[in-house]
């Protein structure tokens, strides 16, 4: 990092890396992106054109030319090269879910450990300044005997995202199952325990029926299958002092902003633990992997 600037490296030039990362690292005032690779050069190159940053031939290449690496490609694509770069010292921004297996994710974060790096996770909603002051308050409050969460949106319908393999294979517990996962978590405490899990055909429905520590239930509905407008996206908790209820939509540049601000700070003060670092990755990896166990078990999959 230089006195002004940390020096980023962006894997990865598909619609998000357009949308997000890329404008995002090229506009924070922490951060420098100094270079762009893909898998595909020429779309390394009209990636790097966008952002007036150099598209190098070569993943090693990149690794020689920055401090920190923000991805944006598949979980199975991501966990190798993650790896690399970790290994090489790197800082990183890696997208949600940060491994095509919870045993990727299990290297991902004994690399970060040894190579004492900065990590953190697109879990997107925990970096925006509403989602911060809705949990401590929260918090603060106290007594909530459960939760609930609804993610319906139409963005497996969306041409735009016809050739994400993926997302499709994987569907919304896979894309979207992370970042409520991890509200609900972060709400209620610690999920514990997959209690119940249904996948419904029809409509490509996932429903999730979490047990927390302290004792909360929490349930999650998600789809991408489902042309709701606008898209229905929000948390809520429930219990002795009543009801609150986030509003999950939001703008996702400022979210990213906000999660470049903490990865510089990191980076600054030597710093390689955060809420929702590698480790946070892990837990969610097992969460997601835990609720297919429970659908594979026995659970109906019928729509």
């Not at 020429?42 to 054109?49: N, Q, R, S």
């Not at 949990?135 to 319908?157: F, I, K, N, P, Q």
């Not at 429930?238 to 939509?249: E, I, K, M, N, V």
């Not at 540049?253 to 700070?265: C, I, K, P, T």
Request: glycine share 10%; aromatic share 6%; charged share 20%.
């Amino acid at each position: 990092m230089t006195d002004t600037r940390l020096r980023m490296g962006l894997v990865g030039a598909g619609p998000w890396a357009r949308k997000i990362h890329g404008p995002g690292v090229a506009a924070h005032p922490g951060t420098e992106l100094v270079a762009v690779w893909a898998r595909r050069p020429e779309a390394a190159a009209e990636m790097a054109a966008l952002v007036d940053a150099a598209p190098v031939a070569d993943f090693d290449d990149l690794l020689a030319t920055v401090d920190a690496i923000t991805f944006a490609v598949p979980p199975a694509v991501q966990a190798p090269l993650a790896l690399r770069a970790i290994e090489a010292g790197k800082h990183v921004v890696l997208e949600k879910p940060i491994a095509g297996s919870v045993e990727e994710a299990e290297e991902l974060v004994a690399a970060a450990e040894r190579a004492a790096v900065a990590t953190l996770i697109m879990l997107s909603f925990r970096y925006g300044a509403e989602t911060i002051e809705w949990l401590e308050d929260v918090h603060r409050t106290g007594g909530w005997h459960g939760g609930s969460a609804r993610w319906m949106s139409a963005t497996l319908l969306d041409t735009k995202y016809e050739f994400s393999r993926w997302r499709h294979d994987g569907g919304a517990l896979a894309d979207i199952g992370p970042h409520v996962f991890d509200m609900l978590d972060a709400a209620l405490g610690p999920i514990t325990e997959v209690l119940g899990a249904h996948f419904a055909e029809t409509g490509a429905v996932w429903h999730v029926l979490f047990g927390h520590e302290g004792g909360a239930t929490s349930s999650a509905t998600l789809t991408m299958h489902t042309p709701a407008t606008p898209p229905i996206n929000d948390f809520a908790v429930f219990g002795a002092h009543g009801y609150s209820r986030l509003d999950g939509s939001g703008d996702a540049q400022v979210r990213y902003a906000g999660l470049l601000d903490d990865f510089v700070a990191m980076v600054r003060d030597n710093r390689t633990t955060h809420p929702c670092d590698v480790r946070r990755g892990l837990h969610i990896q097992h969460l997601m992997r835990a609720v297919s166990d429970k659908i594979a078990a026995g659970q109906p999959t019928g729509g």
